[in-house]
């Protein structure tokens, strides 16, 4: 079990839920880091009491610092507190709970400080997952999935090191609201029908993606970046109830999953705990009370973007960052309500196309991908 812990992100969903995991397991924290939520990052430097909390700008370290004036906490913000709080000596693992790009410095930060990682940030892998797991192989950095598919994934091939062993990892998809729908009735669909998923608590972004099948895409590229394995390896199967998290079929035939309630603590405590198990807050999945578990495949006609995501993983190079921030900039307009939900696929394939394509990028590059894909759908 770790000892104590940095959050980046500790407002959002992925967040709150691993303060629930560390209050029950009585791990100290190092750091808490968050956006411009305010009230919500004061309310957990009382409980939690940080040696330091950062926030995204100046402005709302300034409003946090007088809201929490008395506490022994310290406040920074932007880039530089994020790098801080993701390098902290006294914590041993950094939850890497932020959305989007701006997870990438911090995480490498904290490979290159030794820290195990709790990986939740997807973008990260997607669009510089080669040069991640490079890292974490230089530094010895352990990196434990967050999410419930890659954990499930993790969790399934605990007793099988070798991957020559693995004939293909296959992730499950609950298939989000929109399950079952067609073109022309998934053009008339609004933002609110969007963040009504199913099954899942989350925040609007993934939420949003879960419902184009985004997200299934960019955990496709994760999987493939964090087991090594091609493309033709991986494989999405709808599973509406949200129960079977994913699974691993061997050369021999053999089908492991993992199953569990759909509650993220579940793999939040596994990457504090691991190579330990221990009591969960989360009610145990009753099977008799779980009723039928059913499987298809998905629609990549109506949920173009998984398509798209897989055809960028084939791609590799800069096709996946730039994939990846457009994604991003196209959820957020689609969430301020400047366009429609298919616009999300149309913006984000024609923006993969704008950007001029590099095989083996540097940083930096991948960085530039990124900034010319957000540029592309906002212009578009």
Same mark, same amino acid.
């Given at each position: ?20 995991? =560390? ?6 924290? !190092? ?34 610092? *007088? ?38 410095? $911090?995480?490498?930060? @904290? =490979? ?8 939740? /940030?997807?973008?990260?892998? %997607? ?14 950095? *352990? ?8 954990? !499930? ?7 099988? *090191? /070798? ?24 053009? *008339? ?8 998923? $199913? ?11 879960? @419902?184009?099948?985004? /997200? ?19 494989? %999405? %199967? ?63 006609? !109506? ?11 084939? @791609? ?5 960052? @730039? ?28 923006? %993969? ?28």
């Amino acid at each position: 079990m770790v000892k104590c812990v940095s959050i980046l992100g500790s407002t959002g969903s992925i967040g709150r839920q691993t303060l629930d995991i =560390i209050e029950h397991l009585h791990i100290p924290v !190092a750091a808490l880091t968050a956006g411009s939520g305010v009230e919500r990052m004061a309310e957990q430097c009382r409980a939690f009491r940080p040696r330091l909390a950062v926030m995204a700008t100046q402005e709302a370290a300034e409003r946090l610092r *007088q809201v929490i004036a008395g506490l022994d906490v310290e406040v920074a913000w932007g880039e530089v507190g994020l790098l801080r709080a993701a390098t902290m000596e006294e914590a041993d693992c950094v939850i890497t709970a932020v959305v989007g790009m701006v997870g990438l410095k $911090p995480t490498l930060a @904290a =490979i290159r400080a030794k820290k195990r990682i709790g990986l939740a /940030n997807k973008e990260t892998l %997607v669009c510089a997952g080669e040069l991640v797991m490079a890292e974490a192989r230089r530094y010895g950095a *352990q990196i434990i999935p967050v999410d419930s598919e890659h954990s !499930a994934i993790f969790q399934c091939l605990m007793g099988s *090191q /070798n991957p020559r062993e693995i004939k293909r990892l296959i992730l499950t998809c609950s298939g989000g609201p929109f399950f079952g729908m067609g073109r022309e009735a998934l053009k *008339q669909v609004t933002k609110a029908d969007a963040l009504r998923h $199913p099954n899942w608590k989350m925040g609007p972004k993934i939420t949003v993606d879960c @419902a184009t099948l985004m /997200n299934k895409g960019l955990e496709v590229i994760e999987a493939m970046r964090l087991y090594d394995l091609p493309l033709e390896q991986v494989d %999405v %199967v709808i599973h509406r109830q949200s129960i079977a998290h994913s699974f691993v079929e061997f050369v021999d035939g053999a089908v492991m999953a993992q199953l569990g309630a759909p509650d993220m603590r579940l793999p939040i405590q596994l990457a504090l705990t691991y190579p330990e198990r221990v009591e969960c807050i989360v009610e145990p999945l009753d099977l008799t009370k779980c009723g039928a578990l059913t499987f298809c495949e998905p629609d990549l006609e !109506a949920f173009p973007c998984l398509a798209l995501a897989r055809a960028c993983a084939k @791609a590799g190079g800069t096709a996946c960052p @730039a994939m990846n921030g457009a994604n991003e900039e196209a959820v957020a307009m689609f969430l301020d309500d400047r366009i429609g939900f298919y616009d999300i696929y149309e913006r984000v394939s024609r923006a %993969v196309d704008a950007v001029p394509f590099i095989r083996q990028p540097s940083l930096e590059e991948i960085l530039e991908a990124d900034r010319l894909a957000r540029a592309a759908v906002v212009d578009a």
